[in-house]
């Protein structure tokens, strides 16, 4: 099965950019989606397909890919950001794959 | 509005049984692929199982194969999961995940918590 990895915590200054970054074979094939977790709620997707936001995701939130790396960026990040951030994606098995999940921390 | 509303979590013994049942409304459920996601306490978000809209495609994580069985109704706007011979490592909060097309996982429940211990 295809394996997905992210940095397992990645910190940012109030109001500057960060990137997160999601690593696997599969995104060379697959667009990944990217989701954000809160303590306590269920994941909330921010980013699907190339680079869009469901409604309701501020436009600070975007996705872009390269080869076998798929990037979450944030530009502007604000306090309410921080969060667990995983990247999903799906295999040619059919598999869906979750990568182990990064925590954002906002300074 | 989308709901997805899961529910039969609970305390199993080690080998034990436990259907999980995922309840939706707010949307035409047999027209979208439906997941399960799991979440070890204080871990990552890890897939479990997907079945197609119609329900003849299925497929599931490697650590549950052969034990888990994910089914719906679409009469009953319904997903379910059978989950055999359960483990200590199946404790987790238990998501059903809907799965837009070319949109990844975009509603999720609320999640039901599975404990197993003896």
Redesign the interface.
């Known amino acids: 099965s295809s394996e997905l990895t992210q940095d397992p915590a990645v910190s940012v200054a109030l109001g500057q950019r960060v990137r997160i970054t999601c690593q696997g074979d599969s995104l060379r094939s697959y667009y990944a989606s990217w989701y954000q977790q809160k303590p306590g709620q269920a994941p909330v997707v921010v980013i699907y397909g190339k680079n869009n936001r469901p409604s309701g995701i501020p436009d600070r939130f975007s996705g872009s890919s390269s080869g076998n790396t798929a990037s979450l960026t944030i530009t502007g990040a604000q306090a309410e950001d921080e969060a667990d951030y995983y990247c999903n994606s799906r295999d040619r098995s059919g598999n869906r794959v979750f990568g182990g999940g990064t925590k954002l921390t906002v300074l | 509005e989308v709901q997805l509303v899961e529910s039969g979590g609970g305390l199993v013994q080690p080998g034990g049984s436990l259907r999980l049942s995922c309840a939706a409304s707010g949307f035409t459920f047999s027209s979208y692929e439906m ?1 399960w ?1 799991r979440q070890a306490p204080g871990k ?4 479990v199982s ?1 079945i197609s809209s119609s329900g003849s ?1 299925i ?1 599931y ?2 650590s549950v194969k052969g034990r888990f069985t994910i089914s719906r109704d679409n009469a009953k706007n319904s997903l379910y999961l059978q989950m055999n011979n359960l483990r200590a490592d199946d404790t987790a909060v238990y ?1 059903c995940a809907r799965e ?1 097309l ?5 509603y ?4 039901t918590l599975v404990t197993v211990s003896s």
Not at chain 2, 44 to 47: A, N, P, S, T
Not at chain 2, 108 to 111: A, D, E, N, P
């Open positions: 997941n996601v990552g978000l890890e897939w997907y495609t497929y994580a490697d998501y837009g070319g949109m990844g996982f975009d999720w429940g609320q999640g």
